[in-house]
Nanobody, 124 residues
Framework: QVQLVESGGGLVQTGGSLRLSCAAS????????MAWFRQAPGKDREFVAG????????GYADSVKGRFTISRDNAKNTVYMQMNSLKPEDTAVYYC?????????????????WGQGTQVTVSS
């Protein structure tokens, strides 16, 4: 079973940047598609970005296109998300998740393993 641990969150001013990391344990990471989701207070968890096991990008939420970039390093069992031009509306807990359903998916229901989350706060 894969375990996921996120890091890299924090407090940043509007326009700033952060890079989130998700370290995975377990051999099955290599066959997993990975994604970042986020959840702001009082809102549903939403898809942010996803990447296939091969490294091909599944997609980005419209709200982050052009600002966020997802990548993975299979040699390090790690997924990253570079977040630039951050806005206050990006404030949320960010979760890393893994799926083995075998198709590109942005649905929370398809992701079976989740990290504990890392808080990102963007001040105005």
């Amino acid at each position: 079973q894969v375990q996921l641990v996120e890091s890299g969150g924090g407090l940043v001013q509007t326009g700033g940047s952060l890079r989130l990391s998700c370290a995975a344990s377990g051999r099955t990471f290599l066959s997993a598609a990975m994604a970042w989701f986020r959840q702001a207070p009082g809102k549903d968890r939403e898809f942010v970005a996803g990447i296939r096991n091969s490294g091909g990008v599944i997609g980005y939420a419209d709200s982050v296109k052009g600002r966020f970039t997802i990548s993975r390093d299979n040699a390090k069992n790690t997924v990253y998300m570079q977040m630039n031009s951050l806005k206050p509306e990006d404030t949320a807990v960010y979760y890393c998740a893994a799926t083995w359903v075998g198709r590109a998916t942005m649905s929370t229901y398809d992701y079976g393993v989740w990290g504990q989350g890392t808080q990102v706060t963007v001040s105005s």
